[in-house]
């Protein structure tokens, strides 16, 4: 048998973390749900003609292959099929495919992997887990769905085990309108250099202006533009006293500050203007969305998304929409990492059913069956070892009760963390509700 090695970049928790990952996305779903988002799962291919709408991503993705097909004509071959990178994809194709059947706005929320074939890195992944929200239209959608969905995501992020988030948005509107007001005509390449602020600093982004042919003075405003930050509607001013005023910046900066209202109500200090948030503004047409976590900058976004006028068309109907996606094992592996939260045992069996001989190993199986059919997770020992033998077993699965029948058939269930030892009935036994399934806890 072939040595076995691990693969880089396809993370695999032990039980104990899968827990902690299961808990992550159980309450992902439940806040999804909350809101009225209904679940979906797409097929984890697609075309790669469809793939390569993103041009950027292209490189990234895995082609999907049949063995048999190798060094065949590809013209003979179907149409080849690649893993999806990303959960937006597939969801345009779905959205065109069954609009017919959908009702508008359509709210969905998606949790799947995705594959893509990057280098791995601390966070990055080429097999990983996405939590998309989306409120998609048919033709229009509202701006105040804009400011919903990151009070979603700030209300499922809460309920995890990690510290604080703050949600930085940007609107491609100011941007836009900004670039036109100060003569900038390539505004795809001004995003591409403002994008670039913390990893080469301000000196850097200039230079590469420049050599872009931008003017000096273009390069100074758009630096002091990208500077600005705030979580209250102050910023809408700083932004207005720099002197550049046209009708879509107006626009724009009346949609930052009924977010930044709503955000001060509902989850103050959680929403902060960052009008250097340039990434995907290429793509997105309205609000921009990134999100850290506090004390952990140095992952990066975990959580981002905004609003695009074109998420699927026919030709004849346009889809707009606005959404975000959760970085999932990013996450997860930061919270492992750091001990940010830990499971209470590696294994959902609450009781251990002793067995005293190979001989009555039915009454203990009888035990199980009670007390499953009640709800209570429930193994029994897979050996009648001596007594000790079973409840170090139980100790090292991290089970926290075992159950035993005595030679009179009399029950009697033991707290193995306390070395309590009770009378039981297993039509009646109950465990604590803290015990009866694993738990999640903020790590020490």
Not at 125 to 148: C, K, M, P, S, Y
Request: proline share 5%; charged share 30%.
């Amino acid at each position: 048998m072939p040595a076995r090695t691990s693969l880089s970049g396809f993370p695999e928790w032990l039980p104990a973390e899968r827990i902690v990952e299961q808990s992550i996305l159980d309450q992902l779903r439940e806040t999804f749900e909350l809101h009225g988002f209904a679940s979906l799962e797409t097929r984890a291919v697609e075309t790669l003609e469809e793939l390569q709408r993103k041009g950027e991503t292209s490189k990234e993705v895995y082609i999907l292959e049949r063995l048999q097909d190798r060094g065949q004509d590809h013209d003979k071959k179907e149409r080849p099929l690649g893993l999806h990178f990303d959960l937006t994809v597939p969801f345009a194709r779905y959205v065109l495919e069954n609009a017919g059947n959908l009702t508008f706005p359509f709210r969905r929320y998606q949790i799947q992997k995705v594959w893509r074939g990057e280098r791995p890195q601390d966070g990055r992944f080429r097999e990983f887990t996405q939590a998309d929200i989306d409120i998609v239209g048919n033709g229009t959608l509202a701006f105040h769905h804009e400011v919903e969905i990151p009070l979603v995501i700030i209300e499922a992020l809460s309920k995890l085990p990690i510290p604080p988030v703050t949600v930085l948005v940007n609107n491609r509107k100011v941007v836009q309108g900004f670039c036109e007001g100060i003569g900038v005509e390539d505004v795809e390449q001004a995003l591409r250099s403002i994008d670039k602020l913390d990893k080469i600093g301000p000196e850097g982004v200039a230079a590469e202006m420049r050599e872009f042919g931008f003017a000096q003075e273009q390069v100074d405003r758009l630096l002091e533009l990208a500077s600005l930050s705030g979580d209250d509607e102050k910023v809408l001013d700083d932004v207005r006293a720099l002197g550049v005023s046209n009708e879509l910046i107006d626009e724009g900066l009346e949609e930052l500050g009924a977010l930044l209202k709503a955000a001060a109500k509902r989850a103050p200090h959680r929403v902060r203007a960052d009008l250097k948030i340039a990434r995907g503004l290429d793509y997105y047409t309205g609000t921009v969305y990134e999100t850290m976590l506090e004390g952990h900058e140095d992952l990066g976004s975990i959580c981002s998304g905004g609003r695009y006028d074109s998420l699927a068309s026919d030709g004849k109907r346009s889809f707009p929409g606005v959404g975000i996606s959760i970085g999932v094992s990013r996450l997860v592996s930061r919270i492992l990492a750091e001990d940010l939260a830990v499971a209470s045992r590696s294994v959902p069996t609450c009781v251990l059913v002793a067995v005293m001989n190979e001989d009555t190993r039915e009454l203990s199986d009888d035990v199980a069956f009670e007390l499953r059919t009640r709800g209570i997770p429930t193994e029994v020992a897979p050996s009648s070892a001596k007594f000790g033998k079973q409840i170090r077993h139980a100790d090292r699965r991290g089970i926290p009760y075992v159950w035993f029948i005595g030679e009179d058939g009399a029950h009697e269930v033991k707290d193995i963390r306390s070395g309590d030892q009770v009378p039981a009935d297993p039509k009646t036994w109950e465990p604590p509700a803290e015990d009866l399934f694993p738990t999640v806890k903020p790590g020490e």
